[in-house]
């Protein structure tokens, strides 16, 4: 059994336009051979629940880089240890509320040149980020993780060296730096892969990224794969490369892996 996780924006979405075109022979081959597929990237929690009703997605997912971990319900036939639950779904909650964040984020304001996605307003996230503007309000709805950016390049590393010091981190991404508790990517994955295993019997992970906060993803995983950047760079030489860009190297990787038997 082969079980995969993927990022979304610059992976399975064409970074640029956020289309999918080119990875839907990819995700044909999947829908045919009922490999569960994983969502775990930095987006919201609305966002990624827009995108799995765009990609007939129904299994679990992971939102702003591993601070929820989303079950729906129903999903597993055994007891689990959640963090609270909704109508739709089991929580594991491991990030540090945005709330909370945000307090932190403000002090930082006072000292440094920083602008946060509240900050924003939906149309000037539109601009900056790229997305759509109904896309951009979903992204607005942050749970675990603030998305910010730094206007003053020279203070970076005294503003990560303040973060740090609160007990948060600073993790990179595709356009912003990432505001967060004490967790990533990776570490839920680790959690999820063993309730998979419960479900699925033994299994293979794959895991697809093109970025900095895919990095603990991939260090998980049993297969991880880094997507080359649009410019024709990858953000790290340990993992398994990938000459196709965004959704075109996605389905390169399905082909390489699953092999379809229509």
């Known amino acids: 059994m082969k079980v995969i996780y993927t990022d979304l924006d610059g ?6 336009t956020y289309s999918y075109q080119e990875a839907k022979k990819g995700l044909q081959i999947v829908k045919n051979k009922a490999i ?3 969502i775990c990237t930095s987006k919201t929690q609305c966002e990624i629940e827009y995108w799995r009703k765009k990609l007939y997605n129904h299994h679990p997912f992971i939102s702003e880089n591993g601070g929820g971990i989303f079950i729906p319900k129903n999903y597993f036939n055994f007891d689990i240890s959640i963090s609270y639950q909704t ?4 929580v594991i909650e491991l990030g540090i509320r945005a709330s909370r964040l945000m307090v932190i984020f403000s002090s930082l304001k006072e000292k440094y040149a920083i602008k946060s996605f509240l900050d924003m307003d939906a149309q000037e996230i539109e601009n900056d980020a ?3 503007f109904k896309q951009a309000v979903l992204a607005k709805k942050r749970e675990y993780d603030i998305p910010f950016k730094i206007l003053d390049m020279k203070k970076k590393e005294k503003i990560i ?3 740090n010091k609160k007990e948060l981190q600073v993790i990179p991404g595709g356009r912003y730096y990432h505001l967060m508790g004490n967790t990533n ?5 680790t959690i999820l892969s063993e309730l998979l295993k419960r479900k699925y019997g033994e299994m293979v992970t794959i895991g697809i990224g093109d970025s900095e906060n895919d990095f603990s ?3 998980t995983v049993d297969r991880p794969y880094l997507l080359r950047r649009e410019d024709e760079t990858y953000a790290s030489d340990k ?3 990938v000459r196709g860009i965004g959704p075109r190297g996605w389905t390169e990787i399905i082909e390489k892996e699953i092999k379809d038997d229509r």
């Open 87 to 90: 109508q739709v779904y089991d």
């Open 36 to 38: 569960p597929w994983i």
């Open 239 to 241: 993992y398994i490369k």
């Open 217 to 219: 993803m991939l260090d």
């Open 11 to 16: 992976t399975l979405l064409d970074k640029n």
């Open 161 to 163: 060296g303040d973060i």
């Open 130 to 132: 790229h997305i759509p």
């Open 185 to 189: 990517k990776g570490k839920a994955v």
